[in-house]
Every structure is written in C-alpha cells, then in structure tokens.
C-alpha cells in the first residue's frame, strides 16, 4: 500500500482538516491545526508530503520519525501540529485497515469511558454561575472556566478581588462536589500569580491551568510552593522533550498535551507514559473539532493516568458550526451524565461527512484570536 494524496480542508469555525488517501482506497482523517494559524499549518502538511507520498502508511513510528528527523529544524507548533493531524490520519488509517479502534492497537484500554469537562464564561468570563449550573443540569460534574481577564504584570487587588467573586460565584452555583478548572491562559505574570492563586484556593479549585505563559514555566517551582491546589499546564508544549524537562523539575501535577499540537497519538502517548513514571496526571487539551477530540479519546483508553477529558461543544469559539456538525454518526461522541464511551469504530471511532466538509470549506475561515491591550496601549496576553 502506498500513500497517494494529502488533502485538506480549512472548515468553519478555526479548524482544519486532512485526508490521507492510498492506492488501495484505504483512507484515514485526521486534524493538523494551530488555532488561528491553519492556513500556516495547511503549508507546512503540504510540505511534509514530499516525505509522504509513495510510502507506506502502516509505517507509522517510521514516517513520524522522518518527519520529525529528517528536516534538521525541530518542534515549535507549526511542525508539530502538521505531524500531528498526519500522525492521527495514519493511525486512523491503519485502523480502518484492520477495523478495529486505534486503542485496540496501542494496547488495548484499561477504561470504558471518560469524564468530560465544558466551559463556560467566555474569554472575558462573565456570567459564570448561570453557565455552570446549566453544565451541571446537562450532567457535566466538571467545567472550566477562565479565571481572569488581561492583567498586567503587576496589577491591583482589585483583579485579584474580581476573579474571587466570579469564582465564588460558580462554586455557589454548583455546590461542592463539582469539579471547577480555573485557567489563567498565560494573562497572570508571576508577581501576581501566587496572590491570585492563594485567594481561590478556598474554593478548592479542581486546578489552576497555565498560570504562567509557557516560557516563564520556571517561576512555577515559586509560584506553587505551600499551594496545595494541583497545577496544570502543557497545551503550549510541543514534543517529550519539553515535557520532559517539566516533569523532572516537579513543576507539575497536570499535563495537557494537545493531541493536534504535540505531535499527534504517537508522541501524545510517550508524554502520557512518561508523566505516568513520575505519577502526573494526563488531562488532554481538546478547544478544537471531532478529529482532535476522538483521537484524544483514544489516548485517553490506554493512559491509565488520564482522568478527564476537555471538549469544546458549545464553546464561544464555536461559531457557525460545532463538533458533531461534520460526523455523520454524532452518536459517537455523545456525552451522557458527564462522561463519554471510548469510541469503538474503526480508526479514530467517527465517520467524517466530507460532502458537508467540502461545501463548509467553501465558506473556509480566517480566525484570530483578538488582541488585547492594557490602559496603556501595550499589549496584553491573551
């Protein structure tokens, strides 16, 4: 069998989407995407196939180290997130093949189903408590929610004062049994991070998630130090390596590897196995579509280390269409009471409806995350 073509297709509302097609009419999808970035991604997958095309797809660990290897630069989000969607359709592929789910090819799983987390809030977060008891009516006994909106890097109490009350305020609403993740997404600077996060943990957050930006990871053995709340991070961390150099200092109790930016299910699973050696948590990132989501189920079978999973239906990034627009059997990854089954499809476990992914490809999309700035005008994170 060889591999033939590459196709992709950039599809509403951030995501991009790849085809890998053989000689043999075996086929495998998979979802190569830097948020905000597609088209940049969409690139660098159309020069990876120079590797790809005449070989053989069930050469998996091989084609990814020839993509990995073979082109001397290395990492960053770009080439990792374009092996990353191609890494997923060849696994997809060879499920399909074989017709059996990608777990049963990694090991087989240790779990029947995951539990889920949503979000709720926006980037500004606002309305938390009504939003998080919706979640929690639909059966959700876990959701995220950002914990602030930009703050500079020395800033006042009163940031600190307000992201409190929110906080305060979804716990109200939910009770204290539901599992609340605060993110930082990188806007808190280390002078004001440790402050913020000894003020929520009365609130017994679930985590904090990226309370610092990821080239400031080394002020988390600070920022953490007599906080008992677990600290989470990792969706910005591309390869083992990184990872590596974060388990090793103990700087970390959660790992979020994003399965469309670390390299895909091959390399995802060697950062799951080697935060399992120094006993972290695995909590895969998924803001993105179907594809990312069921490949990281399928990671999440085998990881005994796993314990939740994030989704993004319903997300305020999701506009004009969601995760199951594009499945031809949404039943796949229905969530009930919180939890959703390991899919047990051939390959990644969904059926893409590629009619409606070449008529949405057609509206395409050109999504930027804003940019935010302080009372200053300077530029702040987002």
């Known amino acids: 069998m060889k591999i033939t073509r590459l196709k992709t297709w950039q599809v509403p509302p951030r995501w991009l989407f790849l085809k890998i097609e053989t000689d043999e009419g075996c086929y495998g999808w998979g979802e190569p995407v830097v948020e905000g970035r597609a088209a940049t991604v969409e690139a660098a997958v159309h020069e990876l196939s120079d590797y790809l095309v005449g070989q053989d797809p069930r050469h998996i660990e091989h084609l990814w180290n020839v993509m990995y290897r073979a082109g001397f630069y290395r990492g960053g989000p770009i080439l990792m997130s374009a092996i990353?969607?191609?890494?997923?359709?060849?696994?997809?592929?060879?499920?399909?093949?074989?017709?059996?789910?990608?777990?049963?090819?990694?090991?087989?799983?240790?779990?029947?189903?995951?539990?889920?987390?949503?979000?709720?809030?926006?980037?500004?977060?606002?309305?938390?408590?009504?939003?998080?008891?919706?979640?929690?009516?639909?059966?959700?006994?876990?959701?995220?929610?950002?914990?602030?909106?930009?703050?500079?890097?020395?800033d006042s109490h009163k940031k600190i004062d307000d992201a409190v009350a929110r906080v305060a305020e979804a716990r109200e609403a939910v009770g204290p049994d539901v599992g609340i993740g605060i993110d930082f997404h990188g806007r808190v600077h280390r002078p004001m991070a440790k402050a913020l996060i000894r003020e929520l943990e009365q609130f017994h957050p679930m985590f904090i998630e990226e309370p610092v930006a990821p080239e400031h990871l080394p002020a988390l053995k600070h920022i953490a130090e007599g906080i008992a709340t677990p600290i989470a991070t990792g969706e910005r961390l591309h390869t083992r390596f990184q990872f590596r150099d974060l388990l090793a200092d103990g700087m970390v109790d959660i790992i979020q590897p994003d399965i469309s930016h670390c390299g895909g299910i091959s390399e995802g699973l060697k950062i799951a196995t080697l935060a399992s050696a120094y006993d972290v948590a695995l909590a895969p990132h998924c803001p993105l579509g179907p594809l990312t989501l069921a490949a990281?189920?399928?990671?999440?079978?085998?990881?005994?280390?796993?314990?939740?999973?994030?989704?993004?239906?319903?997300?305020?990034?999701?506009?004009?269409?969601?995760?199951?627009?594009?499945?031809?059997?949404?039943?796949?990854?229905?969530?009930?009471?919180?939890?959703?089954?390991?899919?047990?499809?051939?390959?990644?476990?969904?059926?893409?409806?590629?009619?409606?992914?070449?008529?949405?490809?057609?509206?395409?999309?050109?999504?930027?995350?804003?940019?935010?700035?302080?009372?200053?005008?300077?530029?702040?994170?987002?």
């Open 84 to 154: 990353a969607g191609i890494d997923q359709a060849l696994w997809d592929l060879k499920g399909r093949e074989l017709g059996v789910p990608v777990h049963q090819l990694l090991g087989g799983p240790v779990r029947d189903k995951m539990r889920m987390y949503a979000w709720t809030g926006g980037d500004r977060p606002s309305d938390v408590g009504t939003g998080a008891r919706a979640l929690v009516d639909q059966g959700f006994t876990a959701f995220k929610m950002n914990g602030t909106p930009e703050m500079q890097i020395v």
């Open 296 to 382: 990281s189920l399928q990671l999440d079978a085998v990881c005994h280390n796993a314990f939740i999973q994030e989704q993004s239906m319903g997300i305020h990034y999701n506009k004009d269409n969601d995760v199951l627009d594009y499945l031809t059997d949404k039943s796949a990854l229905e969530i009930k009471d919180g939890f959703c089954a390991i899919p047990q499809g051939p390959g990644l476990g969904v059926e893409i409806d590629e009619a409606f992914v070449e008529e949405r490809a057609k509206v395409g999309h050109r999504w930027r995350n804003p940019v935010w700035q302080h009372e200053d005008g300077s530029v702040a994170e987002w």
